[in-house]
């Protein structure tokens, strides 16, 4: 079921990270950066589709194989950007293009708005900017999130009895997936505790976040981007559901397509994979 692809890791100074690489030593550089709670396998049905790239599909921090972060430390976006260009750093790329989906979509705008020297194409998948928050509602939503945290350690992981049983929850997940997606997803997610499997994710991932970026904020970055950039949006995705993105992604000049499927829709099924493929590499052999 698994694409044939190296599993390497890479050595940070503050954090070991886990990565499957596809594709040609001499092809085109592109870290790719999965969505929230998922890992690497998010790939493994599109990038053997994408011809002449180089892919490394990192586990981000706290998710797959990587390790979680010290005590104390968080997992905010900017924390993921400096993980993700200390990564290109150890891989020996000076410029790099990056694929993006949900999460990983908005730490690649996050980056390429921020370094845009280093940056030479950005594909996006269903993920463009975070959920922003303005000034007013910044109190509230830092004390909410403090407390979270003080109370996390009181909370213990859900134990599945079987995988079976923890593929079938995943897929009624928030961001509900095929059987296939969940499959391959705790292929890497899933790791055996006493009494059954429990997802190897850092459960600091579910705390609310502190801090939002305004909307302003947002929109800077994402006009601070020098080079080629196009978004994929699923049409029974989350963000064609939103109003409000939908009004501020009319006030961007962005290559968009749209096509069928939902929020997964690389990685449900082998034709949404093929679809998604089709339109990236067409935008990564443009001149």
Not at 94 to 118: D, K
Request: glycine residues 8%.
């Amino acid at each position: 079921m698994s694409a044939c692809a190296q599993e390497i890791r890479i050595q940070l100074p503050h954090i070991d990270l886990a990565a499957r690489v596809y594709g040609p030593e001499d092809g085109q550089p592109v870290l790719a950066l999965h969505g929230w709670l998922d890992n690497a396998m998010t790939f493994d049905l599109l990038a053997p589709k994408l011809q002449g790239l180089r892919i490394v599909a990192i586990d981000m921090a706290g998710h797959g194989h990587s390790g979680h972060r010290a005590a104390g430390a968080g997992y905010q976006l900017w924390d993921y950007a400096l993980d993700a260009l200390m990564a290109t750093q150890q891989l020996g790329w000076q410029t790099f293009s990056l694929l993006g989906h949900s999460l990983g979509g908005i730490i690649s705008v996050l980056i390429a708005g921020a370094v845009p020297e280093r940056i030479e194409r950005v594909a996006l998948i269903d993920g463009l900017v975070p959920d922003t928050g303005e000034a007013d509602n910044a109190p509230k939503k830092l004390g909410k999130a403090l407390l979270a945290h003080i109370d996390l350690a009181a909370k213990k992981k859900t134990i599945y009895a079987s995988v079976e049983q923890a593929v079938q929850v995943r897929m009624r997940g928030f961001m509900p997936v095929s059987r296939l997606a969940s499959e391959l997803l705790a292929q890497r997610g899933l790791s055996p505790v006493a009494g059954g499997y429990s997802w190897s994710t850092d459960s600091r991932l579910t705390l609310p976040s502190p801090l939002r970026l305004t909307r302003a904020h947002a929109a800077a970055f994402v006009h601070a981007v020098q080079c080629p950039m196009t978004l994929v949006l699923a049409e029974q995705g989350v963000l064609l559901k939103e109003p409000d993105f939908i009004k501020f992604l009319s006030t961007l000049s962005l290559d968009v397509q749209r096509l069928p499927g939902g929020h997964h829709l690389h990685l449900d099924d082998e034709l949404g994979a093929q679809a998604v493929a089709e339109c990236l590499q067409a935008f990564f052999n443009a001149n």
